[in-house]
């Protein structure tokens, strides 16, 4: 006999079992198609953020999305080389940095946005409207009750 416990609950009678399957093949299958635009996650999250606004503060964007300074810094860099973002240093306090989208980078975020629209389409329509928005109510209530903040970027 073994000394295994019965009272070892299978894998599948969790619920963060099934919401993390399904949120690995959303994410995965995002990604794959941002990908294909040369972006990744992280970078259509920093570039969503930045699309409501002229410019803003590293650290602030840190904050919004919930990642390090340094994080954001590294993002950052990555989007300015590829002509999507631009720094600007204040003239009154060389230190303080903002950062924003190019005009190239305004251009492509409708894109990609279509690509984030595209896959919760590939994923979600066959449900309907009433069961989206109640997953939608569900996830946020969680958010909230457990004080989340980091965005999801990977």
């Not at 295994?4 to 894998?11: F, G």
């Not at 720094?87 to 251009?107: F, H, N, P, W």
């Not at 309907?128 to 109640?134: H, L, P, T």
């Amino acid at each position: 006999m073994s000394k295994r416990s019965a009272t070892v609950s299978p894998l599948e009678a969790h619920l963060g079992y099934w919401l993390r399957f399904v949120s690995n093949q959303v994410s995965h299958s995002f990604s794959v198609k941002l990908a294909g635009r040369g972006m990744s996650v992280a970078e259509w999250v920093m570039m969503r953020e930045l699309y409501e606004c002229d410019a803003m503060a590293p650290s602030a964007l840190a904050e919004r999305i919930g990642m390090t300074r340094g994080g954001v810094s590294k993002l950052a860099d990555r989007l300015a080389v590829k002509g999507m973002l631009t720094r600007t240093a204040s003239a009154e306090d060389r230190r303080y940095q903002a950062v924003a989208l190019t005009a190239k980078g305004r251009a492509i975020l409708p894109k990609l946005a279509a690509l984030a629209d595209q896959n919760d389409a590939e994923f979600f329509a066959h449900l309907k409207a009433v069961e989206r928005d109640k997953i939608a109510d569900v996830m946020r209530d969680i958010v909230r009750r457990h004080g989340l903040k980091a965005v999801p970027v990977d």
